[in-house]
């Protein structure tokens, strides 16, 4: 149907509703992931529709990476691409280095894989001299993909990716490296033919997209969902060139939303020129529409741009996706969003969720095709639905789309049947001729077979299926051989994590004794300390007793007695001022004194009763004896106050002395208690040393045998897929067969 006959064809209001009901969830869901922030739903039929949004959106999130925000600039890998890539810290890269490391990377669209693999060899000049040739078979970039493969075991591409590795060589690592490897070679050749186009300033955006999706589709393997794929990364990269302001690739993903919002136009899913006008149509009505759930998402988005601009107000390219002027949505928004309305819609149906349907087209064109669902075969299409009365696309022309990819691997399953026939036991010149045949020549092959075809086809299809039953049965053991295996060696993990648990718990309580003990060794050694300082002065004082003490004891020795000279009483006099320098020597070291206080006063009184009994014999005359008797009685009384004076300050010296032996009788058994404390403490602290030693040891064993155990479990994961992968293929072998025999049933 052309376009004008389109521009006739009136978009239901009631479907576009559920549409814009859609999109307020998306930027619900935007809001929550992309910026931490929960916005309410004012809207209530978007808020009836937000619990089934929520189960459907779930699984797509986290590793699984299909999930698209209202924002593609947001999504995963293209949030990656320029915060990276295009806003990177690379300043080696121009803009065309940056635009050919975006091919790279959308290659796989793995950030780690990136960065570890991939990006330190585009920071070397040698990479850029041949770009081709580092993604060679042996080129250096792919051996460091196949190391980090090998040495991490972490995806390649993302899951989002649904296409099956072509068999390049028998290792499963260095396949898919090279697969991945071969469409880097592709989607750079792609970057070298469209990066003139973008540089060209003379050509219009409207030539310039037709010429890049162009030179995108002519690329081996790439197609429609390709040139959307990459046309809106270059979009992003470069929004002044406004590629899809206008135009956009249409993927076959969106026919099945084109057709709930246009119930009555026929599409020719075919057909791109079609699905193009029938966007163009949508979008349109869409930017014109007025109704509540349509007023209530440009509310909500303008909530959600706020956030963003406060968020990423550093990078230009994000801000300018994130400013949408109400009434202008553009044509790639609506397709990118019309491919997850009809993934949602999918799931309500296959839930049995009413949704309000007002057509029942959408659901005709996604179960009349056969394709891979999870690891599992979906039904073929029936012979009646094989007629294609509703225009739905062909299997060859879904196979581009993510999530309507048709069994790709059927050409290899076909290779699998002739493999396995030609193994069964066949007799008869019919089973040579089928065992060297294609699965189509086995039409041939009964044909020409003696009798009548359909016995023949019959007698050779007895023969075949019990080969079928026998490898479908052998590749079954082997998976549920595989899978006890797994669980076996899950329950060794277990088991190791459990002994790893013990030990941890043993080595908590030691590591706590440990630091208690250090604790106390350390509040030990800070109260001895004070002890060691006052035992020191103690120290000090003692010597400075002993010193003082033995210079008295010097001076009362080396002391020369006063000399008498011609008068008396000045010779007194000059004992008086003896003795009062001696006293004052006593103030001055007062600790002296204990030494000198036997001899001093003694020495004074036996020195008066000479003077006294000498004076009396000397011929002296009275007056002059009165005198000098008066100056041996004062010299006696004095002597006397010395001795009172003395024997005070000896009382009070050997008082402080007693105090000082007691202080430091007291810090010696401190230090001494204080020392055993420490003993004891240290001796606690090695015994958890050693135990913690023993507990570390156990830990590192069970880390080992932990390790040892998760080889084993990856070996035996492998084991499982590869039997599981070849389960899936016996599988659509015998749908396959069971295809053809219908077929000749019919004829």
């Known amino acids: 149907m052309g376009t004008g006959s389109l521009e006739e064809i009136q978009v239901s209001t009631k479907a576009l509703e559920e549409f814009f009901q859609f999109l307020q969830c998306q930027l619900r869901m935007e809001a929550l992931q992309c910026f931490q922030q929960e916005l309410e739903l004012e809207d209530p039929c978007a808020a009836s529709m937000w619990p089934h949004f929520q189960a459907w959106v779930k699984p797509n999130l986290g590793r699984k990476e299909k999930w698209m925000p209202f924002h593609t600039v947001l999504g995963v890998h293209e949030l990656f691409m320029v915060q990276n890539i295009h806003h990177g810290p690379v300043a080696s890269w121009d803009s065309k280095r940056k635009f050919f490391a975006m091919f790279v990377f959308r290659a796989h669209c793995k950030g780690d894989f990136f960065r570890e693999a991939q990006l330190p060899h585009l920071l070397l000049e040698s990479f850029w001299k041949n770009p081709l040739s580092q993604f060679s078979e042996n080129g250096q970039v792919t051996k460091s993909m196949l190391e980090y493969r090998r040495r991490t075991k972490q995806p390649l591409q993302t899951m989002a990716f649904r296409c099956i590795p072509a068999r390049l060589c028998e290792d499963d690592d260095e396949n898919l490296v090279r697969n991945i490897a071969l469409r880097t070679r592709t989607l750079l050749e792609v970057a070298g033919q469209v990066w003139p186009i973008v540089c060209d300033s003379a050509k219009s955006p409207e030539a310039k997209f037709d010429q890049i999706s162009r030179e995108i589709q002519r690329g081996h393997g790439l197609g429609d969902t390709w040139a959307k794929m990459l046309m809106a ?50 979008t349109k009505a869409a930017n014109r529409c007025k109704r509540p759930s349509v007023a209530s998402f440009w509310q909500l988005l303008s909530k959600v741009e706020r956030v963003a601009h406060q968020r990423y107000k550093k990078m230009p390219l994000i801000m300018k996706q994130v400013a949408t002027v109400a009434g202008a949505l553009s044509a790639v928004t609506v397709q990118v969003q019309l491919c997850e309305w009809r993934q949602l819609l999918e799931f309500l149906e296959k839930n049995n969720i009413n949704n309000n349907s007002s057509s029942n087209n959408n659901s005709n064109n996604n179960t009349n095709s056969n394709r891979v669902s999870g690891k599992r075969l979906a039904p073929l299409s029936t012979s009646a639905s094989n007629n294609n009365t509703n225009n739905n696309p062909s299997v060859a022309a879904a196979s581009e789309d993510e999530d309507d990819l048709p069994l790709k691997g059927l050409a290899q399953a076909s290779a699998k049947l002739r493999k396995i026939s030609s193994d069964a036991a066949l007799g008869g010149d019919a089973a040579d001729v089928a065992a060297s045949s294609s699965a189509g020549d086995a039409v041939e092959c009964v044909k020409v077979a003696a009798g009548s075809p359909e016995a023949r086809y019959v007698e050779v299809l007895q023969r075949w299926s019990p080969a079928f039953g026998r490898r479908l049965l052998e590749l079954t053991r082997k998976s549920a051989a595989a899978a ?33 003990a250090e604790h106390q060794v350390c509040a030990a050694s800070r109260r001895i300390a004070p002890a060691d300082r006052q035992l020191k002065r103690c120290s000090q004082l003692v010597d400075s007793l002993d010193a003082v003490v033995e210079r008295s004891q010097g001076n009362v020795d080396d002391a020369e007695p006063p000399v008498v000279g011609s008068s008396i009483q000045e010779d007194a006099e000059a004992l008086h001022r003896e003795v009062l320098q001696h006293v004052g020597e006593e103030e001055a070291v007062s600790s002296s004194l204990s030494g000198s206080l036997g001899g001093s006063p003694a020495t004074l009184r036996a020195l008066g009763e000479e003077l006294q009994a000498a004076w009396r014999q000397l011929p002296i005359p009275g007056g002059a004896g009165d005198a000098l008797s008066n100056a041996a009685g004062g010299t006696l009384a004095f002597a006397e106050v010395f001795r009172r004076a003395l024997g005070r300050k000896t009382a009070r010296l050997q008082a402080m002395c007693d105090v000082l032996v007691t202080e430091e009788d007291a810090a010696q058994a401190a230090l001494l208690e204080f020392q055993n404390d420490y003993e004891a403490q240290n001796i606690a602290s090695n015994e958890a040393m050693e135990r913690s030693r023993i507990a570390r040891a156990a830990y590192d064993e069970a880390g080992k045998a932990l390790k040892a155990a998760e080889a084993q479990c990856s070996a035996v994961e492998a084991e499982y897929s590869r039997c599981r992968t070849a389960e899936v293929l016996a599988e659509a072998e015998i749908v396959a067969l069971q295809e053809l025999s219908a077929s000749f049933g019919s004829s």
């Open 233 to 282: 990364s270059i979009d992003i990269a470069y929004p002044d060139l406004g590629l899809l302001s206008k135009n956009c690739d249409v993927g076959v993903g969106a026919v099945g939303g084109l057709r709930r919002l246009m119930p009555n136009s026929g599409l020719d899913a075919e057909a791109s020129s079609s699905r193009l006008a029938a966007l163009k149509l949508v």
């Open 484 to 516: 006890a295996e797994m669980r076996r060696h899950q329950e060794a993990v277990a088991a190791a994590e459990a002994k790893l648990g013990e030990a941890a718990a043993i080595l908590q309580p030691l590591e706590k004794a440990l630091k208690e």
